[in-house]
């Protein structure tokens, strides 16, 4: 499947002499959209193959992964549990648009303390989930692994190859191993870290031999699920200046963050750059709950 590159129209880049093209990955598929479809794409054919009917991931109170991978439960068959971080929410996940969905697509939750998820990719941890819930096809959480990759290899597409610079969020890293395997060696990538910290170029590493990547660390806002009053001003902005709506944990930060350095002329005249939407938009209205608790501005749907 192909997505459609979208050109963004805006004074800055006229100015800067820089040409910026948005690949539309957020409209593949209306609930499992951007690099989750990637990402699941080779991992249902595998649970498939294996003959399994369950399948069992992990995230967090607004994961875009466990919505998506709700709906693909239910699109292609499998029973799905979601080992969800966060035991208080237990009690209150009705309330939560993001766990309302998943459940209303079938999947099973597990809720787990903050310390018992730091320890989930332990053979005792999954051992334990076996034995409560019997065989299934086992997705680390963000959905990376080695299908992942293989998924996330299938956006960049050859007609991309005039590009100069390709740009990517990054969460878990499975998007722009992808990306990168898939690149051109005349091509940079260039990845906007949700997270804090550095730690994510090992996990890259894992999935990728090539070296024209790196990592821009001053645009995560604070961490991930941080988030602004001038994040949430951007955003609504270049949704009415583009169309192109972005969210506020991955979408919305990467594009601050190239519009940014395209200012301070971090990019030479000329230079083609092309921006992988990789979807989430579903997590805009938990977010926007979020911001009203705290008297921001709200994000525009």
């Known amino acids: 499947m192909v997505s459609r590159n979208q050109k963004v129209e805006l004074p800055i880049l006229k100015d800067k002499k820089v040409t910026l093209y948005m690949k539309r990955e957020d409209q593949l598929h209306p609930f499992i959209s951007g690099n989750k479809f990637r990402k699941l794409k080779y991992n249902i054919e595998a649970a498939k193959k294996a003959g399994l009917k369950t399948i069992l991931t992990y995230g967090g109170a607004y994961s875009n992964h466990i919505a998506a991978t709700a709906f693909a439960g239910k699109e292609y068959g499998f029973n799905t549990i979601g080992i969800i971080r966060g035991e208080e929410l237990a009690q209150k996940w009705q309330e939560n648009p993001t766990l309302r969905f998943a459940h209303a697509n079938g999947m099973q939750f597990k809720f787990v303390t903050r310390e018992a998820y730091r320890v989930k990719e332990e053979a005792g941890a999954i051992g334990s989930l076996e034995k409560e819930f019997g065989l299934f096809y086992r997705i680390p959480e963000g959905g990376t692994n080695q299908f992942a990759v293989q998924g996330c290899e299938e956006i ?144 525009e749907l």
């Open 156 to 299: 960049v597409r050859a007609g991309d190859s005039d590009f100069d610079v390709v740009i990517t969020c990054v969460g878990t890293g499975g998007t722009i191993s992808g990306i990168i395997n898939s690149s051109k060696d005349h091509q940079v990538i260039i990845g906007f870290p949700a997270l804090k910290g550095d730690f994510l170029k090992k996990d890259i590493c894992k999935f990728t031999a090539k070296s024209n990547w790196d990592l821009e660390t001053n645009y995560n806002f604070g961490g991930y699920g941080k988030i602004s009053k001038e994040l949430i001003v951007f955003i609504n902005d270049f949704k009415k200046n583009t169309a192109i709506p972005l969210d506020p944990i991955y979408t919305g930060k990467m594009m601050f963050g190239v519009v940014d350095m395209i200012a301070k002329n971090h990019f030479k005249e000329g230079t083609k750059i092309l921006a992988i939407h990789t979807g989430g938009l579903q997590g805009i209205t938990g977010m926007n709950k979020v911001l009203k608790n705290k008297n921001l501005p709200l994000l």
